[in-house]
């Protein structure tokens, strides 16, 4: 089964076992910590899963249905996660290619 763009975005961006806080541009995005939700990477301040996210977009829906369902998740966290993922998945992309040439 291959993994979904937004399965290799988030495992761009999440590294289990760690306490992070992902800050982007001053804005706190993404944390995970052993205290929430066991160590699931949620969204700064929230306990509200990043693969939660990932799950409305695959399943077609908008980022207004994810904040409607999720209000204490800011769309400036959503949209720097989003920029963020796609800078990293850019940058993989390149190196692969440079190094497959």
Request: charged share 15%; hydrophobic share 45%; with cysteine.
């Amino acid at each position: 089964m291959t993994p979904s763009l937004y399965g290799q975005i988030i495992a761009c961006l999440i590294f289990p076992s760690v306490i992070l806080i992902l800050s982007i541009m001053n804005i706190e995005v993404i944390s995970s910590s052993p205290e929430v939700m066991g160590g699931t990477p949620v969204f700064a301040g929230t306990r509200v899963p990043v693969q939660t996210l990932i799950d409305y977009l695959e399943g077609g829906e908008s980022i207004d249905d994810f904040l409607e369902g999720f209000p204490t998740v800011k769309r400036e966290q959503i949209i720097a996660f989003l920029d963020e993922a796609t800078e990293r998945m850019i940058a993989t992309a390149s190196q692969s290619e440079s190094s497959a040439g």
